[in-house]
Structure formats: structure tokens, C-alpha cells
């Protein structure tokens, strides 16, 4: 439930969601939101970020979403590499990065998925390898979100274990320009201001300090990074069910055809009001994840981020769908701006981690039924 902080964070944010609407220039609106100080609400204070969590980014994201402009760097930038920055960096590297992260003058992309591991990312093959003090990092990375834009990006990869031969993960910060490291847009059928790109790294030098934490303890900081992913990518899809709903609502009120509005016809509120019930009770879910998470209980976190990002993931799919039939013909058109919300609802059934992936994870961790796998 929302204190009377998140409240008052919820509506300042809404306020400025709609003063910049929908359709707005994404960079503006950016900058806009860091000068005020939401981008870095999670963010340490003593780095120039709020001092809040992941609970309060999370209706940052939700409330724009909910006002047409969601800014999905922020799944990113302050969520993921923010916090693996301000849990597990160096003193050099906080400074180096946590104050530009919050005010948003600096940007950073994260990239973990790989043309030929996908969901299973215990397979990925980006290898850093020791040269003297340096490391040099090489692999692919593909659907990276916003690495134009992003002044560095989050890569993980893996080291050589040289005592038992297996491969083990640890995150470098790769800035967007260094030799070696380049990127090819993919062309998405996506209508969104963040574009996703494939990445090569060839041999790309970074100095000792580009690796974020320990060596050694790769796995523990990536999950760190991994659940407020869930939680923001929950908030994303909350956000942009409640815009779909809105407009449909808006629009069954008024839209009459016989002798009442569409909206008096229960097989038109109906659906509409079981849309409603499912992205409130996603928003449950995504509020239990973000306490939990803010609470320091990273292994309870997992279990509810997880819940959250499917559940939020269906309601929002389905809360799409069910605005764009609300509008009929118009459902479709350009200027009700719905149709083009149908991919990218689909977007948080896939990403970070696809619906399946959740339903095994709780069929295994959470109910102890067998792997097939
Ligand atoms: C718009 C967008 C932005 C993205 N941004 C980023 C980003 O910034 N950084 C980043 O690192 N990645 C990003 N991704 C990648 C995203 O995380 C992956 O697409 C996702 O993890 C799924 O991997 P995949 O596409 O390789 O699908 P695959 O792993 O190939 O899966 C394909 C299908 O098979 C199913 N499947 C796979 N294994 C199993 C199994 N064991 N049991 C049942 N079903 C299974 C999946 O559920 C899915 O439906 C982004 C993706 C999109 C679409």
C-alpha cells in the first residue's frame, strides 16, 4: 500500500506525465524527470540520489506509463546499474557514476542476453579474459535496449575459472565508444522512443576497475541487478495497462451506438472491469516484491519479483487488448494510439524474462516439482 510519500511521489509524477503526454519528445521528458529528482529516487543520497528504493522507482515508471510516456531506461539505468553500482562498486566507481545516474546526465544500458543462449543465461559465452592488469572482453550480445544512448553499458560476462574449468559471471562497464565494441540496431517492429541493438565485443580492453564488485562473487551481485528488473519491468507493464484501460473507459462512456453508451453493455464493462481488478492486483504483487527487495531479503524478493513480472505481464497484455476492441475501428487507428500499445504489451510477457521462465521457476523453487530441463 502507498504511504503518504508515495502518494505524494505518485501524483507529482502523474502530474508531470501529463504535462508531457503522449507522443513527446522522450529525451525532454528525461531530463525533465531527472532535474526533478525521480530517476534517482532508489539511489543513495550521499551519490546524489533520493535515498528511497526500488518501491519508490517503481511508481515513477508505473505513473508515466500510466500517462502515455513510460521511460524504459529506467528498467535500466537506475534499476539495474544503479543499484549493482551502488551495492557492489567501488568508492571510485559510486562517484564515478551514481550522481549522473540519478540526475540523468549519464545513462547506462544493461546486456545480458546472447544470440545463442537466450533465456538460459547460465550458457552465455562473453569471455573476459586477464591481459596484465587489463581485461579483454569478447562475445555478442543481442536486444540490448538503448546502448546509443547510454553512456556505457552494463556487460556481463564471464570469467575462466581456472581452478575448476567452468565459466563464472562478472559485470564490466564498457563505455559506448571504446575500440572494439560495437552495435547494430535491430529492427524491431516496436513504436518506442529506445531502440534495441545486436552488440559485438572484439578483444575490448578495459582497465581493472571497468569490473564492477568481486570476481568471485558474480552471481549474488547479477541477482541484485536481476529482481528490481522484474519489479520495473512489472511497474512498466502496470503503467501501460492502466493507460490501454483509461482510454477504453474514457471512450465506453461516451461511445453510443443503440440507445446507451458501449460502455452500459456488460460485455463490454465487464471485461473491462476484470482488466482493472488484475493490474490492481499485479500492482499487490510488484509493491510485495519492492518491499521485500528494500528490505534486503533478496532471496524472498525473487520469488514475489518473479510473480509480479507475470502477473503484471498477463494484465497488461490483456487490459491492450481488451481498450483496443473497447474503441472498435478506432482501436486501430493512429490517433487513439492503441494498436501500436499490442507489441509492446508483449514485450513484458517476454522481457527480462519470458512467462515460461517464471511458471518454472515457481514450478521448481516455489512448488518442488521436478525440471524437465
Ligand atoms: C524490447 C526488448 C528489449 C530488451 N532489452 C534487453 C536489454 O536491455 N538487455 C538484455 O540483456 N536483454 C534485453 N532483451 C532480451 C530479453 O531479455 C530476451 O528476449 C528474453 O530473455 C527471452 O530470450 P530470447 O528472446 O532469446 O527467447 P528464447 O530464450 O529463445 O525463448 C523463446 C521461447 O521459448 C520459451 N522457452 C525457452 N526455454 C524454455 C523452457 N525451458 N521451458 C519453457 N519454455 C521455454 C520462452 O518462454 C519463449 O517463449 C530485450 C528484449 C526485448 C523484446
Known amino acids: 500500500m502507498d504511504t503518504e510519500d508515495h502518494k505524494a511521489l505518485r501524483e507529482a509524477v502523474a502530474a508531470l506525465g501529463k504535462r508531457h503526454g503522449r507522443g513527446g519528445d522522450t529525451e525532454q521528458l528525461w531530463s525533465d524527470a531527472g532535474r526533478l529528482g525521480y530517476l534517482g529516487v532508489n539511489l543513495p543520497e550521499k551519490h546524489g540520489g533520493g535515498g528511497g528504493g526500488i518501491s519508490e522507482l517503481s511508481i515513477v515508471l508505473e505513473e508515466l506509463g500510466a500517462a502515455g510516456c513510460p521511460l524504459l531506461m529506467l528498467v535500466v539505468s537506475p534499476a539495474i546499474c544503479g543499484t549493482v553500482i551502488a551495492r557492489f562498486g567501488t568508492e571510485q566507481q559510486k562517484q564515478a557514476w551514481l550522481p549522473g545516474l540519478a540526475d540523468g546526465t549519464r545513462r547506462m544500458a544493461f546486456g545480458i542476453t546472447e544470440p545463442d543462449a537466450g533465456s538460459n543465461s547460465h550458457r552465455i559465452t562473453t569471455t573476459a579474459r586477464k591481459d596484465g592488469t587489463d581485461w579483454l572482453l569478447t562475445g555478442r550480445k543481442v536486444f540490448i535496449s538503448g546502448v546509443d544512448i547510454a553512456d556505457a553499458t552494463l556487460i556481463v560476462g564471464r570469467t575462466e ?213
Open 161 to 373: 575459472d581456472a581452478r575448476t574449468g567452468r565459466l563464472k559471471p562478472c559485470l564490466f562497464i564498457v563505455p559506448r565508444d571504446t575500440p572494439g565494441f560495437t552495435r547494430r540496431p535491430i529492427d524491431m517492429e516496436l513504436n518506442a522512443a529506445e531502440k534495441q541493438f545486436e552488440l559485438v565485443l572484439d578483444d575490448v580492453r578495459l582497465p581493472a576497475d571497468a569490473l564492477v564488485g568481486d570476481e568471485d562473487a558474480g552471481l549474488l551481485q547479477l541477482f541484485a541487478g536481476l529482481n528490481p528488473e522484474r519489479i520495473m519491468t512489472a511497474a512498466f507493464a502496470i503503467g501501460m495497462g492502466r493507460h490501454a484501460l483509461a482510454q477504453a473507459i474514457g471512450y465506453a462512456r461516451d461511445r453510443t451506438v443503440w440507445n446507451t453508451p458501449i460502455g452500459a453493455h456488460q460485455a463490454v464493462a465487464h471485461p473491462l472491469a476484470q482488466a482493472h481488478i488484475e493490474l490492481e492486483l499485479a500492482r499487490l504483487m510488484m509493491q510485495k516484491a519492492a518491499a521485500l527487495y528494500d528490505a534486503g531479503d533478496d532471496m524472498g524478493a525473487g520469488e514475489a519479483a518473479n510473480m509480479a513480472k507475470y502477473a503484471a505481464g498477463e494484465a497488461c497484455v490483456k487490459a491492450v487488448d481488451q481498450a483496443v476492441h473497447t474503441l472498435g475501428g478506432n482501436g486501430l487507428t493512429r490517433e487513439y494510439g492503441l494498436a501500436r500499445l499490442i507489441t509492446a504489451a508483449r514485450v513484458a510477457r517476454i522481457a527480462p524474462v519470458s512467462r515460461e521462465m517464471i511458471l518454472n521457476y515457481v514450478s521448481h523453487q516455489t512448488l518442488g516439482l521436478p525440471k524437465s530441463y
